[in-house]
């Protein structure tokens, strides 16, 4: 069964800082892994997806995220942090035949200026 | 239409009332998915739609939720006898494929669901 681990629900960083955000996934086969983003009062929006291609992703707003089949790792980063990157950040995973994303617990963003 | 809508925005309700919450998918998107996001908690799967087949349901916590698409059309999510434990905000999603092409989702901004 897919699941996915993202570890610290509230995540601080200085402005102008790096953004890290962990995400680690179980799956039986390859997996489909995204980044989702929520600003406040706002639906879900895709910033990157890995669907077997090149394992180092480019999103929007400057995040990217590379992945790592011998860590089952998919983290996020972004190299400088700005005010609007405040939000919560969800990382999802989903299996080939399966119609499902499973989503982690999320991480909320706070940009300290 | 452009995005996936869902009305209404905020609901709030008295426990024990039936409640009905409605999403409207992108025109041409063949699968339309339910999550519940309560706080503090990931977004928990309730149920799915792909075409005419059949809805994978697997989701649903209780036999008070429903959900009814027609076609490939708008799609209501009803519960029945809400109880307080239902508060959370319920997001609506469509895409054009089955997810094992990677096609991903898009999100509508969700119904803030309140049982007081």
């Known amino acids: 069964a897919q699941s996915v681990t993202q570890l610290g629900s509230h995540v601080s960083v200085s402005e102008g800082a790096l953004v890290l955000l962990r995400c680690n996934y179980s799956s039986s086969v390859p997996p489909y892994l995204f980044w989702y983003v929520q600003y406040p009062n706002q639906g879900l929006q895709l910033l990157l997806k890995y669907t077997s291609a090149a394992t180092l992703v480019k999103g929007i707003n400057g995040f990217e995220a590379e992945f790592k089949k011998s860590e089952t790792s998919f983290h996020l980063t972004k190299p400088s942090a700005h005010m609007s990157d405040a939000a919560e950040y969800f990382c999802?995973?989903?299996?080939?035949?399966?119609?499902?994303?499973?989503f982690g617990k999320g991480n909320q963003v706070v940009v300290i200026p | 239409g452009a995005g996936v809508s869902q009305s209404p925005s905020n609901k709030v309700t008295e426990k024990g009332k039936d409640v009905e919450l409605r999403c409207d998918p992108i025109s041409g998107h063949t699968a339309l998915y339910w999550y519940r996001q309560r706080l503090g908690q990931g977004l928990e799967f309730l149920i799915y739609f792909q075409g005419n087949s059949a809805p994978d349901k697997s989701g649903l916590p209780s036999d008070r939720f429903s959900a009814e698409r027609t076609g490939e059309s708008v799609s209501t999510l009803t519960i029945q006898r809400t109880q307080q434990e239902d508060s959370a905000v319920y997001l609506c999603?469509?895409?054009?494929?089955?997810?094992?092409?990677?096609?991903?989702?898009?999100f509508g901004s969700g119904t803030r669901l309140t049982v007081v």
């Open positions: 999802a995973v989903s299996e080939k035949g399966n119609n499902r994303l499973a």
């Open positions: 999603a469509s895409s054009l494929a089955q997810m094992e092409q990677g096609a991903g989702y898009t």
